[in-house]
């Protein structure tokens, strides 16, 4: 007799199939002529595995873009894939029971009677293709508006966080899927410790309870930097995991009689570092749901493209003095590590998987600890030994001083620091700012930009690739030093100013989340700057409803007018799972030193006019006689 855990017992009726993947990062390096068209590659065999085996649905885990703004190029090459794999004749099995306005804002595709979609795909938003702009739009609004995507989890109040779960059924199969698109790991991680993210759930039907979320998940990412798995509610079933890139798959099976949730972490389809994480294999998986029994099995990609990394403590290594007599130290290196790439190559001849479509060239990544400063040379010039044999030839090796490093580690000695000291040890752009700035002696720290406000502004840039995002950021930060200024009626000293500028800049340090985000949001250009205040922006918070979020609960009453088929059997009620009472946040309002009617009399020439008589009189200092 077969085991009802065995899928050789469950009825395909019955079973709901879904083919999961994440951070596929279309775009990455899409303009190099050697690794622009990987993402793309990975992300085809991704869609034709779902052809392959017949599923219910693709679930991806956040980042289907690399960057915020993708070139009409990649969206081109996105849309050609999904209408070639996901477009068909073939009828879709799962009905839909939730409110469809509510969970994706819109009609979902494959219930669209202008759209013949036979895979649909279920996507929430990462950090790399979240929401920008005023409007908040992200690419996947775009791909939802087209009908190519089924958009959810968008959500956008960040003093509460309420998920309304997709309900869908195949036959006897129930599927409660919870979506949360990428918020700040800090901002999230405070929420669920105070008790302010609630998930919905009918308790009076048996649902196989999935999450997908997009956040960190290893611990060393620094404090309160991370989501706690013990934070989680206990009574889901799976979680796909999005955001880490490294590839955690194992074939596993479930019951719903288990005492723990299980986690599935497909990683990345494609490299987008040179990191030892990204080395290891990459895969999709397939994840057969019948009641409350799963089964995960893992689908390792056949066209991605090989990569080895090696790391090598040059202390611990064999040189080989015997055969270098008369070579100085530098080339006696360089020749060892030829070696050792050589070898890399080899290895990664080995593990060709014999798709037509796999690249040829592998990445090698060789992390290098040297002792002496004549064991270093020229990087660039040792990787082209390597050019047209490796495909990231120019940055084949990372050279990392041994001594310093183990001063900072196991003596604590704190030294100056430069950027490519504080990499190696750093998870994001963010804290490798703050490292950085952290290390700078005292007559170089910043004087008037606040650390943690330029740092938050450097890593959205980097991730979403927007260039108004820092120049908006400088923009209202100059703008609020002005109007401090002027509200403040400070002295034409330049001490003083200082001084105020200071004051300012801690000020916007301790600000809390929702604060930081008005602030770093510059004023409209026709706006007067000098009607400006500490009250009017420096502490202004924006104006949130906590049960709701932007475009989804605005629209959840719409539901009763009953409209697609995924609604014939009536609306399902849901309870929270935590039912916490929203708290306003107050707004203080600062003693204010001078009426506003004097500071809004005073214009920008009142500060040149400070620097003016500060250069005349320090002219006037000068003893011109001899």
Sequence with gaps: MVAESEPGAWSSEDTLRVLIASDIHLGYLEKDAVRGEDSFIAFEEVLSQAVQYDVDLVLLGGDLFHEAKPSPSCMFKCTEIVRKYCFGDKPVSVELLSDQLTNFSRTVNYEDPNLNVSYPILSIHGN????????GISSLDILSTGGLVNYFGKWTDYTHVRISPVLLQKGETKLALYGLSHLKDQRLSRLFQEKKVEMLRDEQHDWFNLLVLHQNRAEDRGV????????????????????????????????????HFRVVQPGSTVATSLAAGESRPKH???????????????????????FIFKTIVLSDEDLGEKNFEGVNESEKVQEFLKQKVHDAIAEAESQRSGDPKQPLLPLV??????????QTFNRIRFGQNFHGVVANSNDILLLKKERKARERREKGVKIEMTVADVTE???????????????????????SLPVRFMTEAVRDFTVKQNGEILSNALEAHRRRC????LESNTETEIEAITDRLAALRDEVDAADDAQLAAMRAAPAPDQDITELSSEDEALRVPDVEVTRGRGRGSRGGRGSRGRGRGRGRGKVELDPVVVITPVSTPVVTPERRTPRRTAAQKTNTWLQSIAAKRRRRDSSDIDDSD
Excluded at 237 to 258: N, P, R, S, V
């Design 128 to 135: 790399h293709d979240d929401p920008v702009g005023q409007d």
């Design 425 to 447: 040890d750093v998870a994001d752009v963010e804290a490798l700012l703050r490292a950085y700035y952290e290390g700078l002696p005292a007559e170089r720290q910043l004087s």
């Design 224 to 259: 309160g930097n991370y989501i706690k798995e013990e934070d989680l509610p206990k009574f889901l079933d799976l979680i796909l995991w999005g955001h880490e890139h490294d590839c955690e798959l194992i074939e596993m099976k479930g019951k719903q009689d288990k005492e």
């Design 482 to 485: 002005i109007a401090t200024l």
């Design 284 to 306: 999709s998986a397939l994840l057969q749901i019948h009641k409350n029994n799963f089964i995960l099995t893992p689908l390792a990609l056949k066209t991605v493209r090989p």
């Design 365 to 374: 990544r060789l992390s290098v600890f040297y002792e002496r400063e004549d």
